[in-house]
């Protein structure tokens, strides 16, 4: 089918690959590789942006970083986003763990930052009380704040294997970030090289009130769960207002409405393709995260039925533009905050 | 015989293919170091790649696989190592967080064992635990842990424990970690039942339900790296593998070892360790001892030995000679000239040049040494680096290296060996192309994988689910 042509601002979409925690499952498939690859493999099939997968300390489920970090080299295309709490983590580590996963994507990298709030949760640990939400967000506005200044402690020509010297690197490129956060601090330069991407990209489900200012301060990406376009869209200006506030550039904060979704069959599929199309005229977003009751079939009827009535409609490219999640987004790669300060030192 | 010329030894006539080793002949393990954060790696060679890309991780991965290797294995860092205040910069820097590229390499493999070097003083036993038993899930059945151990405020600079830990009290720490992370793989039931851990200790408080059902392997092989006197009790406590140095347990630093030293050197300790199992009521098979070893391969013995001072002289380059210097004298000598003499200046004890890496104990009497070979001998400051570091393990043709790795693990110097290339990543190709096919002939090393798990390939059984678990 000749396609058509497109001068609409297609739509971003991301799929959830799991589905609501208390849902029965099949006991071993959530430990089982072979199903995400295959979800995964689906998801770009149908040129999604990215997958999403959650975590938590407090109910059954393997490390989700782990897990996409598994399904990377069988996949080109999809970005993948797992979550990872910054309550009972070591920040450097999460930076690390978030950097490599873009290396080992080539590029495909983000995370979606949360918090573990439950005295369940801290007793896993040991080492401190359970917290209020406030508190909890405050730290992980901080944790991605370092995660991002350790990804630009090392500039992107670090690494000059310099044979007359005798210098494997030039160490003026690489960077201590001496961050002081509230409940930690970290020296560094980080271990990891700076990243495909420069940052994979960071997301925050911004629903709640106290991540809110934390997705307006870090993220590339926010999930609002709504029920209405109107609270999308009300929710997607208070968090590109918030952004300008803090002096950022709102178009560089993609706001997603964050839905849940069940599908039964191919009319069911193209229903959702009309309600999405519709939402967009009304302005709810950037796009759609979509959570499905069950991710294997509802991500089939997705792929098949939903995505091409979207492609005709030209809410949704056809291919991939480019070969890292920032490309897709239609986010830049970030200048090097430390670089220009070596610059004008020099 | 000194070890350099190991080469020289005549390789015996090939002999015909058997299926199984000749009598008094043992099996070996081999395994996989990924070119290591120092300057035994060399950058500056032609056939240097990226020690950063991941298809450099997934070449040396899939060698090894080919290769029929045990393992893979992966060090760790979590500081970038200081030298007078400023970043180390002579050697390859930067690497990747291990797990993470564990996980992805287990995509890419099918057999392979993925050892992960983890620290314990840095990380919380429910949490890494946790990503531990994600990767034996995720790999059927093939993640190991190298318990590793760091106890300076430097490194604590990125945590945020911080602060110093004393330097007993890392290995009682190491110990309530690996038991805690052991309580937790084991904590649900045969059924698939999570069942609530409790753990109180001096170190950890860890209460509540483990995320993640007992893996493939019942727990990961654990690995504990080093030849100190805690750490061969720790090993011989608990651990699965030791990956110990070579050769280094008979000789003092800066004094070249001999052949037979070194093969004595290895079978002390192997004996020393292994006669520490019964006491814990295991048997000597159940602690596999894999020296970390290097090798340079030549057509000829005479053609190996030229490789090989090639590579000590790309290893050891002028700036990295003066580097060495300092850290046993422990103040500038930048002034001094890598191909003059050695200072005749004495060492600083306390000195705090270098941070990150392991402390001299002794630098006076280091610096004695190095003087007076340099003196007997002649030799510049580069030379004398160059001969009193990074000496190869193996030198010689194919049949040579295998003759001698098959007698060291026959003499019950060892189980296996550690393989450490100085290339990233072509380093292990020409030992698979053209040493394993040897050791297969030999019958000491297998031809293909007769289990899928990490613990079938070493002989290793199963932990037991300790009873009241199932």
């Known amino acids: ?56 300390f407090a109910r059954p489920g393997p490390d989700a970083l782990a897990v996409l970090a598994r399904v990377a080299p069988r996949t080109g295309r999809v970005g993948l986003v797992p979550a990872v709490t910054t309550t009972h983590t070591e920040p450097f580590h999460v930076s690390t763990a978030v950097n490599t996963l873009d290396w080992v994507s080539r590029g495909r990298a983000g995370w979606t930052v949360e918090v573990s709030g439950t005295p369940a949760e801290a007793r896993l640990f040991g080492r401190r009380e359970a917290a209020p939400a406030d508190a909890l967000w405050r730290e992980a506005g901080e944790v991605a704040d370092v ?64 991540a809110r200012q934390v997705a307006a301060a870090h993220a590339d990406v926010a999930f609002v769960r709504v029920e209405d376009p109107a609270t999308a869209a009300a929710a997607r200006a208070d968090l590109r207002e918030r952004a300008r506030a803090l002096g950022r550039d709102p178009d560089r904060l993609l706001v997603l409405a964050s839905l849940p979704v069940e599908l039964y069959c191919s009319g069911d599929a193209v229903g959702l393709a009309d309600l999405l199309g519709d939402w967009h005229a009304d302005g709810a977003g950037d796009g759609f995260h979509l959570r499905p009751a069950d991710p294997a079939r509802d991500l089939a009827l997705l792929v098949d039925g939903t995505v091409p009535v979207l492609q005709h409609r030209c809410l949704l490219r056809r291919f991939y533009p480019g070969a890292t999640l920032r490309e897709h987004l239609g986010l830049p790669r970030p200048a090097n905050r430390y670089a220009p300060a070596r610059k004008v030192s020099s | 015989m000194t070890r350099s010329s190991t080469s020289t030894r005549t390789a015996p006539a090939p002999a015909a293919p058997v299926p199984t080793a000749a009598p008094g002949l043992r099996r070996l393990h081999l395994a996989a170091h990924f070119p290591g954060v120092n300057n035994t790696t060399v950058w500056t060679d032609p056939g240097a790649g990226s020690q950063i890309d991941f298809a450099s991780f997934e070449h040396l991965a899939r060698t090894a696989e080919r290769g029929r290797f045990d393992f893979f294995f992966l060090a760790e860092g979590l500081r970038l190592r200081e030298h007078k205040g400023r970043i180390h910069d002579l050697d390859v820097l930067g690497r990747p967080e291990s797990i993470t590229v564990l996980n992805a390499l287990a995509a890419v493999t099918d057999r392979l064992g993925l050892a992960a070097t983890v620290n314990t003083t840095f990380n919380e036993p429910y949490e890494l635990a946790r990503r531990l038993a994600t990767l034996d899930h995720l790999s059927a059945g093939r993640a190991a842990w190298n318990v590793v151990t760091t106890s300076d405020a430097f490194t604590g600079e ?76 720790f090993a011989a406590a608990t651990a699965d593998i030791v990956f110990t140095g070579w050769g280094s347990g008979g000789r003092t630093p800066g004094k070249r070892s001999t052949w037979h030293s070194t093969l004595a050197a290895g079978q002390e300790f192997y004996a020393d360790v292994k006669g520490r199992l019964a006491a814990h009521g295991r048997t000597a098979d159940s602690l596999k001892i894999m020296p970390g070893v290097t090798f340079v391969l030549g057509d000829t013995a005479a053609d190996a030995q030229e490789r090989a001072a090639v590579i000590r002289r790309q290893q050891v380059s002028p700036q990295n000679a003066l580097l060495a210097l300092e850290q046993v004298w422990g103040v500038d000598l930048s002034g001094y000239d890598p191909d003059g003499p050695l200072p005749d200046i004495d060492p600083d004890p306390g000195s705090q040049l270098a941070q990150g890496r392991v402390r001299i104990a002794d630098p006076k009497a280091v610096a004695d040494r190095w003087r007076a070979l340099s003196e007997a001998k002649g030799l510049s400051i580069r030379e004398t680096v160059i001969e009193t570091t990074g000496r190869q393990s193996f030198v010689g043709t ?11 693990v026959a003499a019950r110097a060892a189980d296996g060996f550690i393989l450490v290339p100085h290339l990233t990543p072509g380093g292990l190709d020409d030992f698979v192309d053209r040493v394993v096919p040897l050791l297969q002939e030999r019958g000491v090393l297998r031809t293909e994988y007769a289990g899928t798990t990490l613990r079938s390939h070493l002989g290793l059984p199963d932990p037991v689910r300790p009873v009241g678990k199932d």
């Open chain 1, 147 to 210: 995660a991002a200044r350790l990804w630009d402690s090392w500039e992107d020509d670090a690494e000059i294997r310099d044979t007359a010297t005798g210098r494997f690197v030039d160490r003026d490129k690489l960077h201590h970030v001496d961050f002081r956060g509230t409940s930690f601090s970290v020296r560094g330069p980080s271990i990891t090289p700076r990243p495909p991407q420069g940052r994979p990209v960071v997301a925050v489900d911004a629903t709640a009130r106290p």
């Open chain 2, 398 to 408: 194919p049949a040579a290296v295998a003759e001698e790795m098959t007698a060291c």
């Open chain 2, 158 to 233: 990125n945590f945020r424990r911080g602060g110093y830990l004393d330097h007993a009290d890392r290995y009682t720490r190491a110990a309530e970690f690996v038991a805690t992370a052991r309580a937790l793989w084991d904590s649900w039931t045969a059924g698939g039942v999570p069942r609530p851990v409790s753990h109180q200790g001096p170190h950890f408080r860890v209460r509540g339900a483990f995320t993640l059902p007992r893996s493939p392997q019942g727990h990961p092989v654990v690995i504990q790296a080093g030849d100190s006197a805690e750490g061969r009790a």
């Open chain 1, 1 to 56: 089918m000749p396609q058509p042509p497109c001068s609409l601002r297609p739509l971003h979409l991301a799929f959830a690959l799991d589905g609501p925690p208390r849902r029965a499952r099949r006991a071993t498939e959530v430990y089982d590789p072979e199903h995400y690859v295959r979800l995964a493999r689906l998801a770009e099939r149908g040129t999604l942006d990215f997958v999403t997968l959650g975590d938590s």
